[in-house]
């Protein structure tokens, strides 16, 4: 499940299309082997009954290989008879051919929040999913019709996880705020917060640490070596202390260094 969608919660706020929408309430549901969770988003003030019965409601899914999908209710045609189709077969809406893909039958294992008086885990319901290229219309019956026809037909369209962000940060942003701290949450956890992976190419890998206080601790067993044959001297020219070895000098002061002075 995207990580952005396990996040919403009820009173989750999102400006769509001019209009603020709340989520009032979600489901999750199962056909066959497949599970997914529905949020019911009705329009700011509008209790769940009132936004599904005056097609005034949104629909927010996500599903594994379909990502998230924004569905709008929309009126089919008198003479559209979805339970009779066949696969392959299909319907025209609004001058697009839509071809049934796959249809079954689907109940809710849970409900949260305010889904409408006649929401309930008891019963199934009948669906029918046809496709048009990157939009989808799903056809419903049965337990969950929500108006006189005894029908919900929803169109469906593709979202990504920025679109639900800007949609949060235009209504008040809680949500998008509880994604960003999550996001800050995690990189806390991964132990990158203040930046990318170190990197071998870069110099900021740990084991660079090491490397380079090797390499400290080698120059002092090294200079501790040599200090057994050095002893400290006054240079007759500058009269600082040096210290010489036994092939000469090796360090003093002054700014002739490693010479007796002079030219």
């Known amino acids: 499940m995207s990580a ?6 009820v009173g989750d706020a999102f400006w769509i299309d001019d209009v603020e929408y709340v989520a009032v309430g979600c489901a999750d549901l199962r056909a066959d082997d497949e ?6 988003l009705a329009p700011q003030g509008l209790r769940a009954d009132e936004a599904l019965r005056s097609d005034r409601h949104r629909w ?13 209710p929309i009126a089919l045609p008198d003479t559209a008879n979805v339970a ?3 696969p392959g077969q299909g319907l025209r809406y609004r001058d697009r051919d839509y071809r049934l893909e796959t249809r079954y039958r689907v109940r809710k294992t849970a409900i949260f929040g305010d889904l409408g008086d006649d929401a309930s885990t008891q019963g199934t319901s009948e669906r029918a999913e046809l496709r048009n290229g990157p939009l989808r219309l799903s056809v419903e019956w049965g337990a969950r019709a929500s108006n ?22 235009e209504a008040g942003g809680a949500f998008a705020v509880r994604a960003r701290d999550a996001r800050q949450a995690r990189a806390r956890a991964s132990g990158h917060a203040n930046g990318p992976p170190p990197s071998l190419l870069d110099g900021t890998h740990p084991l660079w640490q090491w490397v380079g206080g090797g390499a400290i601790l080698l120059s002092f067993l090294l200079l501790a070596q040599c200090d057994n044959d050095c002893e400290q001297r006054i240079n007759p020219a500058t009269g600082q202390y040096a210290t010489y070895c036994d092939d000469g000098m090796r360090s ?3 700014r002739n260094f490693g010479s007796w002075g002079g030219k």
């Open 60 to 72: 927010l899914s996500h599903a594994q290989g379909d990502g998230l999908r924004l569905w709008s």
């Open 4 to 9: 952005a969608f396990e996040l919403l919660r």
């Open 252 to 254: 003093g002061g002054g």
């Open 148 to 169: 006189a026809s005894g029908v919900d037909a929803t169109l469906g369209r593709q979202v990504g996880s920025h679109e639900l962000l800007r949609w949060s940060r």
């Open 84 to 86: 009779a189709l066949k």
């Open 35 to 40: 599970e997914w969770r529905e949020w019911l």
